[in-house]
């Protein structure tokens, strides 16, 4: 009876650590390692004074697509547009991870408790 008690309180604890860590929100430390501009172009070269006007009253658009670690970001009017990239790297937060383990510990231990007093 002893054997099966230890070996229920090892599972317990086992999974109030596994179920604490996967249902912990993780949170990837984001650092930008680079920004580029590619290129900036014009689209349409004003002649008249009313084109003129067209380009400057024009609103501005921003467009962001993501390509694996780089985020490319397109800004554009009626006349001219400029290109950028961002080059990201992100990686797992240790704290967060060490957190995350330690919630999952105490769980174990509480659920091991709960198991002893029954």
Same mark, same amino acid.
């Given at each position: 009876?002893?054997? !099966?008690?230890?070996? &229920?309180? !090892?599972?317990?604890? &086992?999974?109030?650590?596994? &179920?604490?860590?996967?249902?912990?929100?993780?949170?990837?430390?984001?650092?930008?390692?680079?920004?580029?501009?590619?290129?900036?172009?014009? +689209?349409?070269?004003?002649?008249?004074?009313? @084109?003129?006007?067209?380009?400057?009253?024009?609103? $501005? !658009?921003?467009?962001?697509?993501?390509? *694996? /670690?780089? !985020?490319? $970001?397109?800004?554009? /009017?009626?006349?001219?547009?400029?290109? #950028?990239?961002?080059?990201?790297?992100?990686?797992?937060?240790?704290? @967060?991870?060490?957190? #995350? *383990?330690? &919630?999952?510990?105490? #769980?174990?231990?509480?659920?091991?408790?709960? +198991?002893? +007093?029954?």
């Amino acid at each position: 009876m002893r054997w !099966i008690t230890l070996i &229920l309180c !090892i599972i317990s604890f &086992l999974l109030g650590g596994v &179920l604490t860590y996967s249902l912990y929100e993780h949170k990837p430390k984001i650092e930008i390692k680079e920004i580029k501009t590619v290129e900036t172009k014009y +689209i349409r070269i004003p002649v008249t004074q009313k @084109e003129m006007e067209e380009c400057v009253k024009s609103p $501005i !658009i921003v467009e962001a697509k993501e390509k *694996g /670690d780089v !985020i490319v $970001i397109r800004a554009h /009017d009626k006349c001219k547009e400029t290109t #950028a990239e961002i080059i990201v790297e992100a990686q797992k937060n240790p704290e @967060e991870i060490i957190r #995350a *383990g330690l &919630l999952g510990v105490a #769980a174990g231990a509480l659920i091991v408790a709960l +198991i002893s +007093i029954l």
